[in-house]
């Protein structure tokens, strides 16, 4: 029995975790396991039922069960709100909480999509790697942080442990996959990133099979979009993760495909790397794929079932070969497909 707190949360986040409850559910039927899902309000929709963007209760559900299932928070009407009461506290905060320390996110080119990627074709086929950010450390988290009149200033520290801790799994993921890792830093400038790189390279005495090399920041956002395919597994800093995954997924030129995972020791949380798209919700016309892929991530990282993950893999692949294509992903005149016969035809697909 696997047990699923859902937080469909804002905009496009109720559609897109809808898609991915129906593909929950025809495993569970082909499969013979019991899936319990749980729905949870978190961010605006939470702050417009009880004041508050992560209630006690969501958070103690998702400390209780085996996966998060996240659709997306925020939108243009919380905007205003202070800063302690605004959504991406509330992201910081379950991030926090839950000790999700790693945060994966795949770059992966689908060959039928090509030629949506703002990249020439032959640059980004066979794009296929994968970010490690660092998240519940570094500069977002790191004290003292503030501003008044005249500064303002933030703080980038990491312990050994949090380095320790995200490297290490980096290491175990390339070992699976072409043995290739790259640490992205600033050591030419900051004390915290030469100290990032020492911890690495103590702890690749432990993965001597893996091969590790080092990356400036600034180089890492120009080899990105230069020559994607020479990353396998990438592993850095909170900040730089961010920026560095913005632009891996955009290249991709399929935001509306890509998952994430967010893992801890404990916890796990998955969502779509895209936000609530507050212009297109409740249309039934957004991309229910990223979140779908993000239920493959669950059952390799969470449930440790990587033939299902594949399963879901497949499935979508083999929708995007019928030809099935949202607005987000559909050439300029070719007729686009609703959220839910994308999510129907992907469904179809599993039950074959
Ligand atoms: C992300 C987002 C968040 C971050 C924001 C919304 C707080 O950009 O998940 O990448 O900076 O981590
Ligand atoms: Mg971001």
Redesign the pocket.
């Known amino acids: 029995m696997y047990k699923i707190v859902s937080i469909p949360g804002d905009g496009i986040g109720p559609e897109v975790v809808a898609g991915a409850v129906a593909v929950l559910q025809q495993l569970s039927r082909n499969h013979g396991f019991e899936i319990v899902i749980e729905e949870h309000p978190f961010g605006g929709a939470s702050y417009d039922l009880h004041g508050e963007m992560l209630t006690k209760a969501t958070l103690e559900a998702c400390k209780q069960c085996d996966a998060v299932l996240l659709g997306a928070v925020?939108g243009p009407k919380w905007e205003s709100l202070p800063h302690e009461h605004k959504?991406?506290a509330a992201?910081?905060k379950i991030r926090k909480e839950l000790g999700l320390f790693a945060?994966l996110r795949p770059a992966k080119v689908y060959d039928a999509l090509l030629d949506a990627s703002s990249l020439k074709a032959d640059v980004v086929r066979g794009t296929d790697f994968l970010v490690f950010r660092e998240?519940t450390g570094g500069i977002?988290f790191g004290q003292p942080r503030g501003f008044d009149e005249n500064k303002g200033w933030n703080t980038m520290v990491y312990e050994r442990y949090e380095v320790e801790r995200i490297a290490r799994l980096a290491f175990e993921a390339a070992r699976k996959r072409k043995g290739k890792l790259i640490s992205i830093d600033k050591a030419n400038v900051l004390e915290v990133s030469q100290f990032w790189r020492n911890v690495v390279h103590e702890l690749h005495k432990e993965f001597q099979d893996v091969e590790l090399s080092d990356m400036y920041v600034d180089n890492a956002a120009m080899q990105i979009v230069r020559n994607p395919k020479q990353f396998d597994v990438i592993v850095t800093g909170?900040l730089f993760g961010?920026i560095l995954?913005?632009i891996a997924g955009m290249i991709t030129g399929s935001l509306g495909m890509l998952p994430?995972a967010s893992i801890g020791t404990n916890h796990a949380l998955y969502e779509p790397?895209h936000?609530s798209a507050p212009d297109i919700a409740g249309q039934n016309k957004a991309n229910p794929i990223a979140t779908i892929a993000s239920v493959a991530m669950m059952f390799e990282h969470s449930f440790c079932v990587p033939e299902i993950a594949k399963e879901i893999e497949q499935a979508i692949e083999a929708t995007l070969a019928d030809g099935f294509r949202t607005a987000d992903i559909a050439a300029p005149g070719e007729k686009a497909v609703s959220t839910s016969e994308m999510t129907e035809a992907i469904v179809r697909h599993l039950g074959a």
């Open positions: 925020g959504p991406e992201l910081l945060n998240l977002y909170n961010d995954s913005d994430s790397i936000g």
